[in-house]
């Protein structure tokens, strides 16, 4: 990604500040989870048609061992998963939260996130004071680019 993506994914993202958590929903300022938030802000940006990510119930993650998400995102056109090392703002990263992983967010300055946490909705958040989130003891998160 160029710097003036990255700062327009930035940007997007913040747009979406305060909007409220609502499973299998995109909608910005009524709306929004954690899987379909970020698609909605990437495709805007980048500009490319991604295929539609297979509906969900709640709390998904805490029954089943498919890797669904992570499978979607690793299939996405353009993307390159990168280390923690390399992380820049506008990329994405991906936690494992209950089974699988399951619980995506875009990175502004990492550990500094945007994402749709629920109940709070989209909000800022730092990855590393955040609970759910900080369990690096049992598993790592994963860093995507464009």
């Known amino acids: 990604m160029t710097p003036t ?4 994914i930035v940007a997007e993202a913040e747009s979406w500040l305060k909007t409220p958590y609502h499973s299998n929903a995109a909608v ?8 379909l938030f970020p698609l909605d802000v990437y495709t805007r940006v980048l500009g490319f048609a991604a295929p539609p990510l297979p509906k969900y119930v709640q709390q998904w993650n805490l029954h089943r ?6 499978e979607y995102a690793r299939a996405f056109p353009g993307i390159l998963e ?4 390399e992380v820049q703002p506008g990329d994405f ?19 500094k996130i945007i994402h749709a946490f629920n109940p709070r909705g989209v909000i800022r958040d730092n990855a590393f004071l955040e609970p759910l989130l ?5 598993t790592r998160p994963l860093f995507f680019t464009f």
């Open 5 to 8: 993506q990255r700062a327009a």
């Open 28 to 35: 910005k300022g009524a709306g929004a989870d954690c899987g």
């Open 65 to 70: 061992n498919d890797e669904t998400y992570l």
């Open 82 to 85: 990168i280390s923690e090392a």
């Open 93 to 111: 990263v991906l936690w494992r939260i209950g089974r699988v992983y399951s619980h995506g967010a875009i990175v502004t300055a990492w550990p």
């Open 134 to 138: 900080n369990r690096s003891d049992i």
